[in-house]
């Protein structure tokens, strides 16, 4: 059985030139994502470095105008709202992740919450931020520390269900039945065996949580509102981080930009030792406890 | 054995854990609850020709948010046009075609995109990105295809345009990294079939691996649109926040995130705070319909479910 | 027509794996040749040699000479030329499960520049007649994806696909082991109709199914080639005592 014609020389050159462009594209494209990536990661360090020094870690804000001023309050504002939102989200997230690897397993349920969780995980930051202004700030009458952690915790929520519950999932269930077999009860099984396994990998899972909470500003807008003073009171507004490199990026102060520039070296190199960290711990081997 | 007591407390911590499940719901449910709620001024007052009017005028009380749906519309737009080609090109790459020692390296460096927030993405194209695209981009772009009509007028450097690069950056990310996990669960047995035809390794590529994950690659597409459309601070440093509509793109406008970043802490009255907690309202239910319907196409593929014949 | 295929001191490498040892063997054309021998022994690594697809593999190495007709494919011919003249038909059915039955036919042909639709229907049809589907499916051809035929058809789709781009040799890799009776036996007697076009080499775990098809027959052992000979010399009077007691089961 023949064709009807050899396929054409023509038709062959330029199947070789098709291939040959598709390679060269391919490799652009990954030339021109990895560009603003480094071309970033230069323009923080060369910015932000030489702004960096002691007064940024310890001194609060200058008026305008004067030099010499830093971020400190911020950065501990930043912890703050972290801590508070762990307090909120973490045992939420953890929880959820317990039930749907260990109680909810293939129901109909849990696929319903971890659809929801996929839901809550696209909403809007600055959404979010509306939502617990409504909440908590109007009938409180006044911004506050207590609700940006909470706007905060909720956004955790997602990430730490969907870890944890991967890292339980990772758990193999012959632990679960030796101890099930030396009669231990279930809810001590879970926590203090399965969960205790898998914690290398829970712990990443909030971290990384962390790491995409800790840059958020959005959220942040009209719940922490920030603040140019030191302040420790969760029921006053409290500057952050993120927050505060935004303010300053807007301003037309070049003192202040000078400080964006720093704060927000500070903010990438947490959060790329976060990740780089996580990566670290996951390709290891999480579970090295379990087999 | 005494089952009875540890039966109980095992009861109470199945119960606890499923608490926290539901707890999910019941946050999202609240949000949607607040905002519907406080929105209920602007609702009464203009129903749904909110949305369709050009007007923002708060001083009269009269709000109509059009000019924040046309640039939250058309900055995403402009960034998929931009990051799709590019994210799947790198999925391409990363997948098919790059050498091994090169692909943990690189996949960890797109991967870092990801986590770099918000704000220093805008601080960095406030600065850095504007500048560039007001001395040479723009000017270049005016002269080349100003007839079409979308790159006309004054040259700022921020508007739609740079809201729309930088916008592109960011959501390139997660098309790139669920367009590779797409690629990578279509089977080996794929590959060969083509490649047992005489196929280039481009040919391969597109019928064998392409085409068997378009469904999966158009859900991560989606989701980057998902992305795009809640975009805030990056996106409100670089728009220009003038509530117009302009058919160029270097001219200046305002996202629906935006405004509600911008006028929110201002809102003097309680119609000014309904009309934006209304846009709020809309950006919500419009990315969470987004965001289910990209996440069912990536599902389809990665679980397996056979695409069809279109 | 069928050609004839001359392997001269073939190795093959799965990195430090050494997976073919010096094969020496003539592939006549226009006949079946069967390969067997137990698990692992390198019978399929050969086949995929003799179409380029080894290399393919990563830590896929080839050295040594094999002539198809008077081509070295390995010098002076491109993988693309080599295994459009070379088909081959794998263990599990791999149809495109996105396109029609129509256009997995034609897939080949369309990747070879052939976009007239009465070739592309002509060939088509004839592929499908060839590999005994067209009868079953004709009415379908447009409507019904690739997958959603039953396994014997699939399998016979994948052959169909094969042969739309004219190879003059059709490699068969277990091309029956993941079917029931009923297809293998179709699958056998098509082989029985091809061999008067292609060439045709079979791996097979099935001996019965070797000496049933097979004028030729291999007997492969831990990547070497122990026998080659007529199928009747094979299993009826082996030269070799390896290969006698690979036929009477006393192993693999």
Same mark, same amino acid.
């Given at each position: 059985m023949a064709l009807p014609q050899k396929p054409s020389k023509a038709n062959y050159i330029w199947r070789m030139f098709a291939n040959h462009a598709a390679t060269a594209l391919a490799v652009v494209s990954t030339i021109l994502v990895v560009a603003p990536l480094v071309a970033i990661f230069f323009y923080l360090l060369y910015k932000g470095a030489s702004s960096l020094n002691l007064n940024f870690f310890t001194k609060v804000p200058a008026p305008v105008g004067e030099t010499g001023g830093g971020m400190a309050n911020a950065i501990v504002g930043s912890g703050i709202l972290l801590a508070l939102s762990s307090?909120?989200?973490?045992?939420?997230?953890?929880?959820?992740?317990?039930?749907?690897?260990?109680?909810?397993?293939?129901?109909?349920?849990?696929?319903?919450?971890?659809f929801t969780a996929d839901v809550l995980n696209g909403v809007p930051s600055i959404v979010m931020g509306i939502a617990v202004y409504s909440l908590i700030v109007l009938p409180q009458k006044h911004f506050s520390a207590l609700s940006g952690g909470v706007?905060?915790?909720?956004?955790?929520?997602?990430?730490?269900?969907?870890?944890?519950?991967?890292?339980?999932?990772?758990?193999p269930n012959a632990i679960r039945e030796a101890a099930l077999g030396l009669g231990v009860p279930n809810w001590r099984s879970v926590l203090?065996?399965?969960?205790?396994?898998?914690?290398?990998?829970?712990?990443?899972?909030?971290?990384?949580?962390?790491?995409?909470?800790?840059?958020?500003?959005?959220?942040?807008?009209?719940?922490?509102?920030g603040n140019q003073f030191w302040s420790a009171n969760i029921n006053q507004p409290i500057a952050a981080l993120p927050l505060q490199i935004y303010v300053y990026a807007l301003s037309p102060y070049d003192e202040w930009h000078r400080l964006a520039w720093a704060g927000s070296l500070v903010l990438i190199v947490l959060i790329v030792v976060s990740v780089a960290l996580v990566r670290y711990v996951t390709s290891r081997g999480v579970l090295k406890g379990a087999s | 054995m005494e089952r009875g007591n540890s039966a109980m407390t095992d009861h109470g911590f199945r119960w606890l854990m499923l608490i926290c499940a539901l707890t999910i719901f019941a946050i999202v449910a609240l949000i949607a609850w607040e905002l519907f709620v406080r929105s209920q001024l602007t609702i009464h007052k203009f129903g749904l020709s909110f949305f369709v009017k050009q007007a923002w005028d708060p001083v009269n009380g009269n709000f109509g948010a059009l000019p924040f749906i046309y640039g939250t519309l058309v900055s995403s737009i402009v960034a998929l046009i931009i990051a799709v080609p590019l994210a799947v090109g790198v999925a391409v790459f990363l997948t098919e075609m790059c050498p091994k020692f090169l692909r943990g390296p690189l996949a960890f460096l797109t991967e870092l995109l990801a986590a770099i927030p918000s704000v220093v993405y805008g601080l960095w194209a406030v600065f850095i990105l504007v500048p560039i695209l007001r001395n040479d981009i723009n000017p270049f772009l005016m002269k080349t295809l100003g007839w079409t009509g979308f790159f006309t007028g004054p040259n700022?450097?921020?508007?739609?345009?740079?809201?729309?690069?930088?916008?592109?950056?960011?959501?390139? &990310?997660?098309?790139?990294?669920?367009?590779?996990?797409?690629?990578?669960a279509v089977p080996h047995t794929q590959r060969e079939a083509v490649l047992a035809l005489g196929a280039t390794r481009w040919e391969m590529i597109r019928m064998g691996v392409l085409r068997n994950a378009r469904i999966g690659i158009v859900g991560s597409i989606i989701l980057g649109l998902g992305r795009a459309l809640g975009e805030t601070i990056a996106v409100t440093m670089?728009?220009?926040?003038? &509530?117009?509509?302009?058919?160029?793109?270097?001219?200046?406008?305002?996202?629906?995130?935006?405004?509600?970043?911008?006028?929110?802490?201002?809102?003097?009255?309680?119609?000014?705070?309904?009309?934006?907690?209304?846009?709020?309202?809309?950006?919500?239910?419009?990315?969470?319909?987004?965001?289910a319907i990209a996440r069912l196409l990536v599902w389809a593929v990665t679980r397996g479910a056979p695409p069809r014949v279109a | 027509m069928g050609v004839g295929i001359e392997v001269s001191q073939l190795n093959a490498w799965y990195g430090t794996n050494h997976a073919l040892q010096d094969i020496n063997l003539h592939i006549p054309a226009n006949e079946a040749t069967a390969l067997i021998g137990p698990s692992g022994c390198g019978k399929s690594t050969f086949v995929r040699c003799l179409n380029r697809m080894h290399e393919t593999n990563p830590v896929g190495k080839v050295t040594g000479i094999v002539r198809v007709g008077e081509l070295d494919i390995y010098n002076d011919a491109s993988p693309v030329e080599v295994r459009r003249r070379i088909g081959m038909v794998f263990q599990r059915p791999n149809p495109f499960p996105t396109m029609s039955i129509y256009d997995n036919v034609a897939s080949g042909l369309r990747l070879n520049g052939?976009? +007239?639709?009465?070739?592309?229907?002509?060939?088509?049809?004839?592929?499908?007649?060839? @590999? @005994?589907?067209?009868?079953?499916?004709?009415?379908?051809?447009?409507?019904?994806?690739?997958?959603?035929?039953?396994?014997?058809?699939?399998?016979?789709?994948?052959?169909?696909?094969?042969? @739309?781009?004219?190879?003059?040799?059709?490699?068969? #890799?277990?091309?029956?082991?993941?079917?029931?009776?009923?297809?293998?036996?179709?699958?056998? #007697?098509?082989?029985?109709?091809?061999?008067?076009?292609?060439?045709?080499?079979?791996?097979?775990? +099935?001996?019965?199914?070797?000496?049933?098809?097979?004028?030729?027959?291999?007997?492969?052992? +831990?990547?070497?080639?122990?026998?080659?000979?007529?199928?009747?010399?094979?299993?009826? +009077?082996?030269?070799?005592?390896?290969?006698? #007691?690979?036929?009477?089961?006393?192993?693999?």
């Open positions: 307090l909120l989200g973490v045992p939420i997230g953890i929880g959820a992740g317990i039930y749907l690897s260990e109680f909810g397993r293939g129901g109909r349920l849990a696929n319903f919450v971890r706007a905060l915790g909720i956004m955790m929520i997602p990430t730490i269900t969907r870890t944890t519950e991967e890292m339980l999932l990772m758990v203090a065996i399965t969960l205790k396994t898998a914690s290398p990998g829970v712990i990443t899972g909030c971290m990384l949580a962390f790491a995409r909470v800790a840059g958020e500003t959005a959220p942040l807008l009209f719940t922490a509102f | 700022y450097g921020i508007g739609m345009l740079a809201a729309g690069v930088i916008l592109a950056i960011m959501i390139l &990310p997660i098309i790139s990294s669920l367009t590779r996990e797409v690629m990578s670089v728009i220009g926040n003038r &509530p117009a509509i302009v058919k160029s793109l270097l001219g200046l406008g305002y996202s629906m995130a935006s405004v509600i970043a911008n006028e929110f802490s201002e809102a003097s009255d309680d119609m000014y705070l309904s009309a934006l907690i209304e846009i709020g309202l809309a950006l919500f239910i419009v990315t969470i319909i987004v965001n | 052939f976009r +007239n639709r009465r070739i592309l229907d002509e060939v088509v049809e004839r592929s499908l007649k060839h @590999a @005994a589907l067209f009868d079953e499916v004709k009415d379908d051809l447009k409507k019904k994806s690739g997958a959603s035929l039953s396994g014997g058809q699939q399998q016979r789709l994948c052959i169909a696909r094969a042969l @739309a781009v004219d190879p003059e040799i059709l490699l068969m #890799d277990e091309p029956a082991s993941a079917l029931d009776p009923v297809s293998t036996a179709k699958i056998e #007697d098509l082989i029985f109709q091809l061999k008067s076009q292609y060439t045709v080499v079979i791996v097979t775990h +099935n001996m019965q199914q070797a000496a049933r098809v097979a004028e030729r027959t291999g007997f492969f052992l +831990n990547g070497r080639l122990v026998e080659f000979d007529s199928t009747h010399k094979i299993f009826t +009077n082996p030269g070799d005592k390896r290969t006698e #007691d690979y036929i009477t089961g006393r192993f693999g």
